[in-house]
């Protein structure tokens, strides 16, 4: 983007730590934040400037002054599922921004968040869809969505589907089980080398606007998805019940008809061998 060069990104894990990495690559002024003390010289070697990051819902508001002196912000922070406290942390996230943004320089924001938002209606979905998120965490993404398309400035929500990529095989999930139901269902997955590649289409669009859909194209069965990853993983084969129970296929039509974005591997089963 022309004279915007400067990048922030909440959030500098799994998918933000190497996505700043590309973007240093590019000529992008990265600054990051992470929660952990540790992490601050990892990220300060990597030429990222780091910033030390927490939401607590019991604590008082963070100041992102310096971490919002940028252009464009990309918030990468997942909802803390596995806590308690991970849902009321990250709305409190949301709060933060929605106060501190309008007097930062941001022009422009990212705002990573899942299809998680999308119940299994058993029917396709895309950007077009109604949203009707049936879990706590998906319920606190949709509402920081919301408060955050309606901000006067360039904002794109990016739903992601499943991720899997390196330090994260999908064959964790299920090696070694057996019945596990709903094993014809559909899979929605994405792996770390297309989102990055996408989040920097984003990046480059002065045009694009609201909400786009991450997912692979192809949606193989639980079955045969989770199975082939064990065997790639050399773990032992989970056994799934042949039955198509709650689905949903995930589609990703705006950034490839608007944005003119193509999968490097949209064969989900090939991406995962070469993954």
């Not at 319920?139 to 360039?154: G, R």
């Not at 996408?198 to 480059?204: A, E, G, K, M, S």
């Not at 069965?221 to 050399?234: C, G």
Request: net charge positive.
């Amino acid at each position: 983007m022309k004279n915007k060069n400067r990048i922030s990104l909440l959030g500098c894990g799994w998918l933000g730590f190497p996505l700043a990495l590309d973007l240093i690559l590019l000529g992008f002024k990265v600054k990051g934040s992470t929660t952990s003390p540790e992490k601050v010289t990892l990220l300060k070697a990597s030429g990222i400037d780091p910033f030390l990051v927490q939401f607590d819902h019991s604590l008082p508001e963070p100041s992102l002054t310096q971490l919002l002196d940028t252009d464009i912000l990309i918030v990468s922070i997942p909802p803390g599922r596995k806590s308690v406290e991970g849902p009321e942390n990250y709305r409190k996230m949301g709060e933060t921004l929605i106060r501190q943004i309008p007097k930062s320089s941001v022009t422009k924001i990212i705002f990573i968040s899942s299809t998680t938002v999308y119940s299994d209606s058993n029917k396709a979905v895309s950007e077009s869809s109604e949203i009707s998120p049936e879990t706590t965490s998906g319920k606190v993404i949709a509402e920081i969505e919301k408060s955050l398309l309606a901000l006067p400035i360039q904002v794109l929500v990016l739903r992601l589907s499943g991720l899997f990529g390196p330090g994260r095989s999908p064959a964790r999930f299920f090696a070694g089980k057996i019945n596990i139901p709903n094993g014809l269902a559909p899979v929605n997955m994405i792996h770390l080398d297309e989102v990055k590649s996408l989040i920097i289409t984003l990046i480059d669009s002065e045009s694009a606007n609201g909400v786009y859909i991450g997912c692979t194209p192809s949606h193989p069965t639980k079955e045969e998805f989770y199975s082939l990853a064990a065997r790639l993983a050399k773990q032992p084969e989970p056994r799934f019940i042949k039955e198509k129970l709650s689905w949903k296929i995930v589609n990703s039509e705006r950034v490839e008809k608007e944005l003119g974005f193509s999968f490097k591997i949209p064969n989900l089963l090939e991406r995962l061998i070469q993954s």
